[in-house]
């Protein structure tokens, strides 16, 4: 070919590259937009924090660091979701949703220990987030992804052995982690002992363990659709990025989540220990931080009539949050010297004894329907009369 040629070769190609890549990048900079105010507000908290922090006694100002700073951290997890399910369809199930839960577990565990480590020592801070995760997406996730689903679709079927393996360590783990740590009920706020962390410790850290290595191996059928059962509406697929973009890009955003969960921790504390509010308002609201993206995920996979993924993202989620978040705030606890209060009290102790049963009854049939969706959804409702003692 002679160098005119070798020109108008060049020229065509360059012609066809530069739109491409720029329709490429245009592309990432719309799906990924949220990373720049992330990022900001990263930097913002880093840079002025004393004088940003020093006006939390007027009110309007409190609210607005709070809703900033929560509508930051939710952004960056509902990325962090965004990108993880993409991992999850390429993975498949149970693995996939896996990669869900343990990226939400992560970041309950740091919210946690930022705001434990930051503040004055909050002894409950962990039972209550824990009975809180519980309560929210056992009995308002749930309730909301059966009652929609059900509209939508009439009945849903997802694997009962799944869900009654799901319930089978969750039931133990609530018990050994909320219930005995709390006996005898006549001493209240009693301070978990060291022998007690190591017990309920291990017992939660080894079945999720166990429970792993069945779900990952021989028993993961369990944890896939019923054979025959066809989706009426295939799940979404992107074709933008290899699993390689997403497993970094999901590592992007947790950046600002771990740095904007500290920063969130000072109106936490400054809401419940200077403004008096309910103590179980703090454990409300990082399981509101931490579960809100989830359950999100799983409401979308339920009115899509995916809602074995929905089962595997709500009851994964709890159980991951007893049996990996226990274990590492005990292991926190003891480096950093402060006490543990984890047995709940007798009105909560009601309440996670109701939501436990009626998720038996629930997930003991292949089959769900609206009307179980408004009891857990009741249930929920009198979570929230009992958190404000209405």
Not at 255 to 272: M, S, T
């Amino acid at each position: 070919m002679d160098r005119k040629g070798l020109t108008m070769a060049y020229d065509e190609s360059r012609k066809s590259y530069f739109p491409k890549l720029t329709s490429c990048l245009t592309g990432v900079a719309r799906r990924e937009w949220f990373l720049a105010p992330a990022y900001l507000s990263m930097l913002i908290f880093f840079s002025f924090s004393q004088p940003l922090f020093a006006r939390l006694s007027q009110p309007l100002w409190l609210a607005i660091l709070s809703v900033w700073l929560f509508a930051a951290v939710i952004g960056s997890a509902r990325c962090v979701m965004r990108h993880a399910e993409q991992l999850a369809l390429r993975l498949g199930e149970p693995c996939g949703t896996l990669v869900l839960t343990l990226s939400i577990t992560l970041i309950e565990a740091v919210s946690l220990t930022a705001v434990i480590l930051h503040g004055a020592n909050n002894p409950v801070l962990v039972r209550d987030t824990l009975y809180s995760i519980i309560m929210i997406v056992m009995g308002g996730m749930v309730g909301t992804a059966l009652m929609l689903g059900g509209i939508r679709h009439r009945e849903q079927v997802f694997n009962l052995q799944g869900a009654n393996t799901y319930l089978g360590v969750i039931i133990p783990l609530a018990i050994f982690s909320l219930v005995i740590p709390g006996l005898p009920l006549s001493i209240p706020y009693r301070p978990i002992s060291g022998p007690e962390k190591l017990l309920v410790g291990g017992c939660a850290f080894g079945l999720y363990g166990i429970f792993l290595l069945m779900q990952t191996g021989r028993y993961r059928d369990f944890f896939n659709n019923p054979k025959g059962f066809r989706t009426e509406k295939a799940p979404r697929h992107c074709c933008h990025g290899s699993g390689i973009w997403h497993g970094a890009m999901l590592i992007a955003y947790l950046v600002p989540i771990i740095f904007l969960v500290e920063q969130f921790a000072l109106p936490v504390d400054y809401l419940v220990e200077t403004l008096g509010a309910p103590p179980a308002i703090g454990g409300v609201i990082m399981a509101l931080l931490v579960t809100t993206p989830e359950g999100l995920t799983g409401v979308h996979a339920a009115l899509e009539n995916r809602l074995q993924q929905a089962v595997n993202i709500f009851l994964g989620s709890v159980l991951a949050s007893i049996g990996l978040t226990v274990p590492i705030m005990m292991a926190v606890s003891t480096a950093f010297g402060f006490d543990m209060v984890l047995g709940l009290r007798p009105d909560d102790l009601v309440m996670l004894v109701l939501i436990l049963t009626i998720s038996i009854v629930t997930f003991s049939a292949p089959r769900t329907h609206i009307l179980q969706g408004a009891v857990h959804m009741m249930i929920f409702a009198g979570f929230i009369m009992m958190l404000f003692h209405l």
